[in-house]
């Protein structure tokens, strides 16, 4: 080993987002690399670093600037040095990372699925005809309006904390979250109900954890590869090539999902008009090792079936 390990008096700085959750992740995190290398907790600090994304709340975020709203602080902040890591929900992470860093260890993903949550009803299915539903999530509402063109959407800004608050404020009777988030936070008191994924594929990557490094720093990446999940990073691989080749976005409204059985990956990927007025959707399987090859070609034969006016709303 040509390098010196962290330690109490010179820790490896983790830096990520503030909220309840973030703040769990990079937890977990440290918890691992504590863990793999026999270190105290000492040896690691959490740097919280708050984002534009985080700062600006109550407009969507395509009217703001997109996904990198949620990154460019930390990773700013890692080519400068200041801190060493970062811990990133993977749903957040554009498909590509800025020069000099890189993007290449995932923790065990949790369960992939959206939850349904209400006070009052238990499923979508229960909400009469023109209950107002709260989500900042554009996959979702055009998901939801797909399925239920009856419902009134609005605006949902916020950490999972703020959007339960606003429901339980009466903005709006129901909401989505992730169920990975409310397991992470052990969150079982939240009325939800589990979405199956035939019923809802979720977001591309929902429920992974990602930690970010420089490119030249050895012993970081030595470090993380210790605590690298080999399938997530398999099924991520196919999720995120099926995103990029869609030139993927807060814009668009699109899910995918890779599951594992032995050494076959199956992809499932969908596209969806932001009114929900329309949606097209493929599933394919392959080998493992060829799940980007087959991202990328899922999503070419989307969009040639789609065909330019599909999107129409984006020019």
């Known amino acids: 080993?040509?390098?010196?390990?962290?330690?109490?008096?010179?820790?490896?700085?983790?830096?990520?987002?503030?909220?309840?959750?973030?703040?769990?992740?990079?937890?977990?995190?440290?918890?691992?690399?504590?863990?793999?290398?026999?270190?105290?907790?000492?040896?690691?600090?959490?740097?919280?670093?708050k984002t534009t994304g985080d700062k600006i709340i109550d407009r969507p975020l395509k009217e703001i600037g997109g996904k990198g709203l949620f990154t460019r602080e930390i990773e700013d902040d890692m080519l400068s040095g200041k801190i060493d890591i970062a811990v990133h929900?993977?749903?957040?992470?554009?498909?590509?990372?800025?020069?000099?860093?890189?993007?290449?260890?995932?923790?065990?993903?949790?369960?992939?699925?959206?939850?349904?949550?209400?006070?009052?009803?238990?499923?979508?299915?229960?909400?009469?005809?023109?209950?107002?539903?709260?989500?900042s999530s554009l996959r979702r509402k055009a998901q939801l309006m797909l399925r239920r063109p009856d419902l009134e959407v609005v605006e949902f800004r916020g950490n999972l904390q703020t959007r339960l608050k606003k429901l339980n404020d009466g903005v709006a009777e129901a909401t989505f979250l992730a169920m990975a988030g409310l397991n992470r936070l052990r969150m079982d008191e939240v009325p939800k109900s589990a979405i199956e994924i035939e019923d809802m594929l979720p977001a591309v990557a929902q429920g992974a954890i990602g930690i970010e490094r420089r490119a030249d720093d050895m012993r970081a990446a030595d470090m993380l590869a210790a605590i690298h999940d080999g399938p997530?990073?398999?099924?991520?691989?196919?999720?995120?090539?099926?995103?990029?080749?869609?030139?993927?976005?807060?814009?668009?409204?699109?899910?995918?999902?890779a599951e594992l059985n032995g050494g076959t990956l199956r992809l499932r990927g969908e596209v969806l008009r932001p009114d929900g007025s329309e949606?097209?959707?493929d599933d394919m399987t392959c080998a493992v090792e060829d799940g980007a090859k087959a991202g990328k070609e899922m999503a070419e034969k989307l969009l040639a079936q789609a065909g330019p006016e599909f999107f129409e709303w984006r020019s």
């Open 89 to 135: 929900s993977m749903k957040d992470m554009p498909t590509m990372q800025p020069d000099g860093l890189l993007l290449e260890t995932y923790l065990p993903r949790e369960d992939v699925r959206d939850a349904f949550i209400s006070p009052r009803s238990s499923s979508l299915a229960d909400l009469a005809a023109g209950t107002v539903v709260g989500t």
């Open 1 to 49: 080993m040509s390098y010196e390990l962290p330690s109490p008096a010179k820790p490896l700085n983790i830096g990520t987002r503030g909220s309840p959750l973030a703040l769990a992740q990079a937890h977990e995190t440290r918890e691992r690399l504590s863990a793999a290398f026999d270190l105290p907790f000492e040896a690691f600090t959490i740097v919280v670093i």
């Open 279 to 281: 949606a097209i959707d």
């Open 232 to 257: 997530t990073g398999q099924r991520l691989a196919a999720e995120r090539s099926f995103l990029a080749a869609l030139d993927g976005s807060c814009e668009t409204p699109i899910a995918g999902l």
